[in-house]
């Protein structure tokens, strides 16, 4: 459910990818609003998109599109399904801990507990900008390596509690934390191999957390009757100790001709002490991608979207418990919403590929009017199949927003700065995935019923698709103004080379009249 975008090739700052050497100073840049797309010349109303250009012909070479790109693909898949089939099988995490640490005279239990999964959530996110510099300065294995260990150290910890207090602590925030280590470099490292079958090894790997959520539900559920919450904590600090074995496939591409001959002249020394191999990135936290003004106003309605996205996966099968109490396998419509999620991403997925440009955005609307309504009408199903019904269109539609997060970043910001982009949307995203879950528990205690809870969960998305409307036309007008800008310049170097040239010639033929007089 959780955005997995991989990262194009052309990061700016990976130390993995800057060791590689300049690209030729005729590759061609990739498309979109990418400053590289911007002559030094150009006017002040696209000196932003220069900026944000790194030194010019500095990209790596072309990815491999495959060889050992595979394996990190499958290594990027297990990152995905170990980290978020875990945050979205929370449900049965969440029943789990009520009925531990519950007591009938604490009336705000249900608020409490949601505490503990969406500050989970949101700590995932609010960290990623962190993470994306951590990416830039130290590489994508070993961030990705120290991760997953400060994951399991957290959800180790998380099994020894004895109130829900400490869960904030040790799960929302540790456990979470190292999940973001291990996870944003999943994104960065998949740009590195791919570019033509970026779309679909997205889809591939983002389907990951789709595979887990539909089987972990049903572990969960085993474990949690059988060997309680503590245990099962433990069980699932062995998804955190294969991710951390994944994390070491995270292999940096091979250097370039260029870096390798100054290896030979300069020894050991210079390699090892490089200045660019350890150097941090010339600016830490990147701001000024957002004055590309479609950008900007992506990383504010994705936000707003999203204050009651996380809300089902949270309080679902809560509800469904109450609701149809003669059910005994309320899981199931995590697992429903996982099955079609996976379908998503890998539909949407190859959808993209074929959409043109920022036009990927409307994809995302589509799927946020369809997120938002199927939200409102969960209330309104009388009976369960109706409810399953419901839960596989939404989860249809969280696949095609979640793998489409990418192809628009890199459309909107270009590859140099797509890493942070990424970071900084994932870090606006957490207010809202960690507040939404909580405020809903809070309606849920005041009034006894989940209705009014799920009502309100579909009013974001729908805002956010309406913001959304507006970004192809801000970008197709900021692009406008830059071909005019280049164009304008263009038409004066050719006038002016025009004159140069009449004025020789003119100055030839008077030569050659003086002579023949």
Same mark, same amino acid.
């Given at each position: 459910m959780v955005p997995s975008p991989a990262t194009p090739a052309a990061t700016q700052g990976t130390s993995e990818t800057e060791s590689l050497g300049p690209a030729p100073m005729g590759a061609a840049s990739p498309p979109g609003l990418g400053p590289s797309d911007v002559p030094e010349a150009a006017a002040e109303k696209v000196e932003v998109e220069v900026e944000l250009a790194g030194p010019a %012909?500095?990209? &790596?070479?072309?990815?491999p599109e495959g060889g050992w790109g595979w394996?990190?693909? $499958?290594a990027a898949m297990w990152c995905n399904g170990s980290v978020f089939g875990v945050q979205n099988a929370c449900g049965v995490l969440f029943v789990s801990m009520l009925n531990t640490f519950g007591s009938k005279d604490d009336d705000q239990m249900v608020f409490k507990t949601a505490w503990v999964s969406s500050l989970s959530m949101g700590m995932i996110f609010f960290c990623c900008p962190i993470v994306s510099v951590f990416t830039d300065m130290f590489g994508c294995r070993k961030t990705a390596v120290v991760g997953a260990a400060v994951g399991f150290i957290g959800l180790m910890s998380s099994s020894f509690v004895s109130?829900?207090?400490? $869960?904030?602590l040790t799960y929302g925030i540790i456990f979470a934390c190292g999940c973001s280590f291990a996870y944003q470099p999943s994104l960065v490292i998949l740009g590195h191999y791919f570019k033509k079958r970026l779309g679909l090894v997205n889809g591939i790997v983002t389907a990951g957390s789709s595979i887990f959520t539909v089987l972990l539900p049903f572990l969960l559920r085993f474990l949690t009757d059988n060997v309680g919450l503590f245990h099962t904590l433990r069980v699932l600090c062995i998804f955190m100790f294969v991710l951390f074995l994944a %994390? @070491?496939?995270y292999r940096p591409l091979a250097s370039s001709v260029r870096d390798k001959e100054s290896r030979i002249k300069g020894g050991n020394r210079v390699s090892l002490f490089s200045?660019?191999? @350890?150097? &941090? &990135?010339?600016?830490?936290?990147? @701001?000024a991608i957002f004055k590309v003004t479609a950008y900007a106003v992506w990383a504010f309605g994705i936000p707003v979207a999203l204050f009651g996205y996380f809300v089902p996966y949270v309080h679902l099968v809560k509800y469904v418990n109450e609701r149809f109490r003669y059910k005994s396998n309320e899981e199931v419509v995590l697992t429903c919403i996982g099955i079609t999620s996976g379908v998503g991403r890998l539909l @949407? %997925?190859?959808i993209a590929d074929y959409v043109p440009g920022v036009k990927k955005v409307y994809l995302q609307v589509l799927s946020f009017f369809f997120i938002g309504v199927m939200s409102m009408m969960i209330p $309104?199903?009388?009976v369960f199949e109706a409810l399953i019904a419901v839960c596989l269109i939404m989860g249809l539609f969280d %696949?095609?927003?979640i793998s489409i997060m990418a192809p628009i970043a890199f459309e909107l910001v270009g590859a140099q700065d797509v890493s942070q982009a990424i970071g900084f949307l994932l870090g606006l995203m957490s207010l809202p995935m960690t507040v939404g879950p909580p405020i809903a528990g809070l309606l849920r205690d005041r009034l006894g019923s989940y209705n009014v809870a799920f009502y309100l969960a579909g009013i974001p998305p729908l805002i956010g698709g309406a913001v959304l409307c507006f970004i192809p036309w801000i970008h197709n007008k900021k692009q406008r103004e830059i071909n005019k800008t280049t164009g304008g310049e263009k038409t004066e170097k050719m006038l002016e080379n025009q004159n140069s040239l009449l004025t020789s010639s003119s100055g030839i033929f008077k030569k050659e009249s003086d002579s023949v007089i």
């Open positions: %012909g500095a990209e &790596p070479p072309q990815p394996m990190v693909m $499958l109130s829900i207090e400490p $869960l904030y %994390g @070491f496939t200045r660019r191999k @350890f150097s &941090p &990135p010339k600016k830490i936290f990147n @701001f @949407f %997925g190859r $309104l199903c009388s %696949g095609c927003f």
